[in-house]
């Protein structure tokens, strides 16, 4: 590990101007290149004091041996050589795209005599037309199979081109109709190169005015009496249009845009694109990004802007770029989209209309790939062995951890203090294990308090199950106490099975009281662990420094999902407890009666007020109402205090304003906006 003091320039040989940097290691391998519009600037905050750094950012700096840079004119041309260098050194320390794959693009090869329709992926030729990309080849040539029939373009290859040359018989699309043929000589290369042009027309958008000259055609040879050739334009029509059907207008304005958008954690983000041309969604792609480096959203945004259009120009970058979030500064980007299309391009978010909502459903299908991606990790039986072993190698544990239990405390400023413990197995979630607590010892915030608490009940009976299964037998007694009733298997109902490890989240002081609550109850045979969410430090009792698992490390990655997945549970179970406390009335008091039957009360009367004010009589008459009921609901009412009379503070009047159905309508609309 190196001292980045050790190849800390020297203050006045820094440039203050924009440029590019490269961080090497001790082999004089790039390791991270970034850009800066004052290279002064940014490259005195990489060498600051450790502690204030980012865990990753600290990581890198103490992996490199050296640092050196380039100053180029302006934060455009910082933002061209920062991309090439990526491409070029692919740092490790940079922005990872974990999904490489090749998208399938519809290319027509315009730099050919006869052009040809194909499926092409890779790098991009000079002299072809792209249109995409797609999500998967089938659906170029479905979409070319259909179109095939109103554009005749040659599809064969070079070698079954020339093969029709010698032998002067066409392939069989030339006999079907789905390829002008030629290679025979049917039409000359002029009259194919204007049905290649036509094809690309109607790829880029152009439908309606070719539709409406087929239309004419076709109504002009019905005219003339030419009906087969009607017969064939209207199945052309109708081709091109089945065509159209499989990517419905999204956007009414027939614009051309990019929409990217973003699903990210701690940890990993993935990017979602959706292609639009003409209004109508032509292509599709996306990737999973790892954080290697501390990024913003605004910072992905960027480093997927220069993914996209990194090689691409002209008509290939859309006029207009609709993102979740905006780089930091937006100028250099916009400028650089710019130069790449040879016209404006607009970089913005969008805020209302048919836009935004076409950009919620980019952002949820990145939400949803980032699931997908997480499930298929963590359903790995390799990936989660190996993260076991992670886990145990750095914590020291004698064997790798089968069963994990994490702890969560969740309150609204000191309110609905509640506590959660979920179970992973194996490396997966056990939900049936999960259990929930209410902070029952002490009122107010005190997270160290509640998670001592917490663990000294959940282990309390676990030995508790020890001793009534005989596993366990107290020495001075040496009975088994009965502690009630099991499942009708006969298992214990709760907390029978001990962890090899709790994770708790949070820090020294939640992993102090976890570990105190164990030590007092006996129990030695179980780590202990802690989280720190702000930083993703893994704490262990009784040490100052905390252990610092590898940014790649499957182990963090694990107990980074044990983590979210024990906040989710809690926060879950504070937010319903609060949504129920703030939705009680004085009729909840009011044994046997139900949800429905208040209803029932509350719409019969119009309001509380009235309902307190009635007789039993009235009471009873709403049906499904008894006299025992009745009685009770009074009684009830007449416990609870009504809320004083409104009064106008301007004029003094008292207003006779009916008294609300349930108590706490505004605090509990707060509460779910907090």
């Given at each position: 590990m190196a001292d980045p003091s050790s190849y800390r320039p020297k203050p006045g040989q820094i440039p203050d101007a924009p440029g590019v940097y490269k961080f090497r290691d001790e082999h004089r391998r790039v390791?991270?290149?970034?850009?800066?519009?004052?290279?002064?600037?940014?490259?005195?905050?990489?060498?600051?004091?450790?502690?204030?750094?980012?865990?990753?950012?600290?990581?890198?700096?103490t992996t490199a041996a050296s640092v050196e840079w380039t100053v180029v004119n302006n934060e455009v041309e910082a933002l061209q050589l920062e991309y090439s260098w990526i491409k070029e050194f692919d740092p490790r320390f940079n922005v990872k795209y974990r999904?490489?794959?090749?998208?399938?693009?519809?290319?027509?090869?315009?730099?050919?005599?006869?052009?040809?329709?194909?499926?092409?992926?890779?790098?991009?030729?000079?002299?072809?037309?792209?249109?995409?990309?797609?999500?998967?080849?089938?659906?170029?040539?479905?979409?070319?199979d259909l179109l095939l029939r109103a554009f005749p373009v040659r599809t064969c290859s070079a070698g079954v081109f020339k093969n029709a040359t010698r032998t002067g018989r066409p392939c069989l699309l030339g006999y079907i109709g789905k390829c002008s043929a030629p290679c025979v000589e049917r039409v000359t290369p002029?009259?194919?190169?204007?049905?290649?042009?036509?094809?690309?027309?109607?790829?880029?958008?152009?439908?309606?005015?070719?539709?409406?000259?087929?239309?004419?055609?076709?109504?002009?040879?019905?005219e003339e009496m030419e009906y087969e050739r009607a017969a064939r334009l209207r199945d052309d029509i109708d081709a091109l249009k089945k065509a159209m059907e499989k990517s419905a207008v999204v956007l009414a304005d027939a614009t051309d845009a990019d929409l990217i958008a973003l699903a990210e954690d701690e940890l990993e983000a993935a990017v979602q694109i959706f292609h639009v041309r003409g209004g109508r969604v032509r292509g599709q792609r996306g990737w999973v990004t790892d954080k290697v480096e501390a990024v913003t959203s605004g910072d992905l945004v960027e480093h997927a802007l220069q993914q996209l259009y990194g090689e691409e120009s002209g008509d290939a970058v859309p006029k207009e770029v609709l993102v979740p979030a905006l780089p930091d500064p937006i100028e250099p980007v916009q400028e650089w989209l710019t130069e790449r299309r040879g016209a404006n391009v607009s970089l913005?978010?969008?805020?209302?209309?048919?836009?935004?909502?076409?950009?919620?459903?980019?952002?949820?299908?990145?939400?949803?790939?980032?699931?997908?991606?997480?499930?298929?990790?963590?359903?790995?039986?390799?990936?989660?062995?190996?993260?076991?072993?992670?886990?145990?190698?750095?914590?020291?544990?004698?064997?790798?951890?089968?069963?994990?239990?994490?702890?969560?405390?969740?309150?609204?400023?000191?309110?609905?203090?509640?506590?959660?413990?979920?179970?992973?197995?194996?490396g997966l979630a056990r939900k049936s294990e999960y259990r929930r607590f209410q902070i029952k010892g002490f009122e107010g915030q005190d997270d160290v308090r509640s998670m001592h608490e917490v663990i000294t009940r959940r282990f309390k009976r676990y030995l508790a199950e020890k001793e009534r299964t005989g596993e366990w037998v107290d020495e001075e007694t040496g009975e088994i106490a009965d502690l009630g009733p099991t499942e009708e298997d006969g298992r214990p109902k709760r907390f029978a099975y001990p962890?090899?490890?709790?994770?708790?989240?949070?820090?020294?002081?939640?992993?102090?009281?976890?570990?105190?609550?164990?030590?007092?109850?006996?129990?030695?045979?179980?780590?202990?662990?802690?989280?720190?969410?702000?930083?993703?430090?893994v704490w262990v009792p009784d040490e100052d420094d905390p252990v610092i698992l590898p940014r790649t490390s499957e182990g963090l990655y694990l107990l980074q999902r044990v983590r979210d997945e024990a906040h989710r549970f809690a926060i879950t179970y504070q937010r319903n407890k609060r949504s129920k406390r703030f939705r009680a009335g004085p009729l909840d008091a009011v044994p046997g009666l139900g949800d429905a039957r208040k209803q029932t009360l509350i719409k019969h009367f119009g309001s509380v007020k009235r309902l307190r004010s009635a007789t039993i009589d009235q009471i009873c008459e709403v049906p499904g109402v008894g006299r025992k009921t009745a009685e009770a609901v009074l009684a009830a009412l007449a416990g609870a205090v009504p809320a004083g009379p409104a009064v106008n503070t301007a004029t003094g009047e008292i207003m006779e304003e009916e008294e609300p159905v349930t108590a706490g309508t505004s605090e509990e609309r707060r509460g779910q906006e907090t």
């Open positions: 390791i991270y290149v970034g850009k800066a519009k004052s290279l002064r600037q940014r490259l005195a905050n990489y060498f600051q004091d450790l502690a204030g750094l980012h865990p990753r950012t600290r990581s890198m700096v999904d490489d794959k090749s998208y399938p693009y519809l290319a027509v090869t315009m730099n050919e005599q006869f052009p040809r329709v194909q499926v092409m992926r890779g790098a991009k030729k000079k002299g072809v037309r792209y249109f995409g990309p797609y999500g998967h080849a089938w659906a170029i040539r479905d979409t070319v002029e009259v194919h190169r204007e049905l290649a042009e036509d094809f690309c027309d109607f790829m880029a958008g152009r439908t309606g005015t070719y539709i409406r000259r087929l239309e004419r055609q076709m109504a002009d040879a019905a913005r978010i969008p805020q209302r209309g048919d836009k935004k909502a076409l950009m919620e459903t980019v952002a949820r299908n990145a939400q949803q790939s980032l699931v997908l991606h997480k499930t298929k990790r963590a359903s790995d039986l390799t990936t989660r062995s190996r993260a076991l072993e992670e886990i145990a190698a750095a914590l020291e544990l004698d064997s790798a951890p089968l069963r994990v239990e994490c702890y969560d405390i969740s309150h609204l400023q000191g309110d609905d203090v509640v506590a959660s413990m979920v179970v992973f197995e194996d962890p090899q490890l709790v994770v708790v989240d949070g820090g020294q002081p939640q992993v102090a009281a976890a570990k105190r609550a164990l030590d007092e109850l006996g129990i030695d045979d179980i780590a202990v662990c802690g989280l720190a969410k702000r930083l993703e430090e």
